[in-house]
């Protein structure tokens, strides 16, 4: 806990909340979490240099994510938020388990919100990376939620999350334009924290559908931890 002492407020109590992405991603959970928690600290660990994650294997990432979470507890954070979907869907349960005491917030691909959101007999896009296609923690959040006759389709986009970390625009509508079919989704899940940083050309190549992002979900879920730590 850090303790500020201001002119006009005797004693100001802030909360040191640690972020975690392979990059820039984490920026859009960010900018959620601020608008409900304005007044608190923020660490922010941008791992560009192993981004991407997506590409990892789980020994790997489980060491990457395991560095990311000592660089910020070392900076005194006191709730660890995975901005990170590749991260979440991974290591998650790892975390608790290796760091006991430390409040974690994950962030998982929104599945439940979009399948929520429409209707039976609605395809659905999720948008991920190669970890979080093939994680294991996916296939479940799919099967608790999809309504009987949605139809969940599975894209990894390889390259993309890299290709926005460097802001590289050929690389990223390339990416985009290889994607089939895009005119018979009704949503589409941002399953990347990068993913909503482009989210106007994302848009674009899904005319139609609806977008969806898990990061007002995240922030809310901090705020509860944070009202229970306090
Ligand atoms: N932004 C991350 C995610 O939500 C990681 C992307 C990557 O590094 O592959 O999955």
């Given at each position: 806990?850090?303790?500020r002492f201001q002119p006009d407020l005797p004693i100001f109590i802030?909360?040191?909340?640690g972020i975690l992405d392979s990059g820039i991603g984490g920026k859009t959970v960010l900018k959620e979490i601020k608008k409900l928690l304005p007044n608190e600290e923020y660490v922010y660990f941008a791992d560009s240099k192993n981004c991407p994650y997506g590409t990892k294997t789980?020994?790997?990432l489980e060491q990457i994510v395991s560095d990311g979470v000592e660089y910020l507890l070392d900076k005194g954070a006191e709730i660890v938020v995975l901005a990170c979907n590749t991260a979440t869907t991974q290591t998650i349960d790892y975390l608790r388990k290796k760091y006991p005491l430390v409040p974690f917030v994950g962030t998982e691909p929104a599945i439940k919100k979009a399948c929520d959101e429409s209707s039976d007999g609605a395809k659905i896009l999720l948008l991920a990376t190669e970890g979080t296609a093939h994680a294991e923690r996916t296939r479940e959040l799919v099967d608790l939620n999809k309504k009987p006759k949605q139809i969940i389709e599975i894209d990894a986009c390889p390259g993309l999350a890299r290709a926005i970390e460097d802001d590289n625009e050929a690389a990223i509508d390339k990416i985009l334009?290889?994607?089939?079919?895009?005119e018979k989704y009704e949503t589409v899940i941002l399953g990347c924290t990068h993913y909503p940083i482009i989210k106007e050309k994302?848009?674009?190549r899904f005319p139609g559908a609806k977008l969806i992002d898990g990061s007002v979900g995240v922030a809310k879920e901090v705020l509860r931890v944070y009202n229970e730590l306090n």
């Open positions: 806990m850090l303790v802030c909360m040191i909340i789980l020994p790997e334009a290889e994607l089939n079919n895009t994302i848009a674009q």
